[in-house]
């Protein structure tokens, strides 16, 4: 059974730096590009960037490009993201999922809330 | 960036109804048309990729269509179960932009 699962969130003041996790378990992890996705509170969804199977490449969506790393560890069937200089607006749940095709995700973890709050 | 708008945001619908659910690119996307229901609390679930591949296990009164710039998902005869959010979004080209979402209602 496919499974992503993710980790790391809580509250953190702005400015601030937390680092996500997502482990996965059910498929060989090293053959898909995984993404990261957020959603604010009774917002839409975000897509935030994605990993290249080996990790040589990564996409992100503009806004974030400088204070998000997404990075992997195929040993350990993981995946991270390294988010800096936090602000309210970065305030969400945030998904990885796998993606299909390198462009579809297909199987999602059920995400991690992220408050940034003084 | 492609900007995707969804139409409508919202609807209201009763059990057997047929609802479409409309998006829009703003530049042609070929077939990389992808569409995911969410419900409260939940993960988004992928239904439709490629404009109109129905992914494994989702119900078949889902159905996708279009091509270019102009997508629909239709629900044939709804179900107590598909009153959800659904999100349209495109894979044509990075960032993966998603439309706003509809919030389909019960009647």
């Known amino acids: 059974e496919v499974q992503l699962v993710e980790s790391g969130g809580g509250l953190v003041q702005p400015g601030g730096s937390l680092r996500l996790s997502c482990t996965a378990s059910g498929f060989t992890f090293s053959n898909y590009y995984i993404s990261w996705v957020r959603q604010a509170p009774g917002k839409g969804l975000e897509w935030v960037g994605n990993?290249?199977?080996?990790?040589?490449?990564?996409y992100y969506v503009d806004s974030l490009k400088g204070r998000f790393t997404i990075s992997r560890d195929n040993a350990k069937n993981s995946l991270y993201l390294q988010m800096n200089s936090l602000r309210v607006e970065d305030t969400a749940v945030y998904y990885c999922?796998?993606?299909?095709?390198?462009?579809?995700?297909?199987?999602w973890g059920q995400g991690t809330l992220v408050t940034v709050s003084s | 960036d492609i900007q995707m708008t969804q139409s409508p945001s919202s609807l209201s619908a009763s059990v057997g109804d047929r609802v479409t659910i409309t998006c829009r690119a703003s530049q042609s996307i070929s077939s990389y048309l992808t569409w995911y229901q969410q419900k409260p609390g939940k993960a988004p679930k992928l239904l439709i990729y490629?404009?109109?591949s129905l992914q494994s296990g989702v119900p078949s009164r889902f159905s996708g269509s279009g091509s270019g710039t102009d997508f629909t998902l239709t629900i044939s005869s709804l179900q107590p179960e598909d009153f959800a959010t659904y999100y349209c979004?495109?894979?044509?080209?990075?960032?993966?932009?998603f439309g706003q979402g509809t919030k389909v209602e019960i009647k």
């Open positions: 979004q495109q894979s044509y080209s990075t960032p993966r932009t």
């Open positions: 999922a796998r993606d299909f095709r390198a462009r579809v995700a297909d199987y």
């Open positions: 990993i290249k199977q080996d990790g040589s490449e990564k």
């Open positions: 490629e404009a109109s």
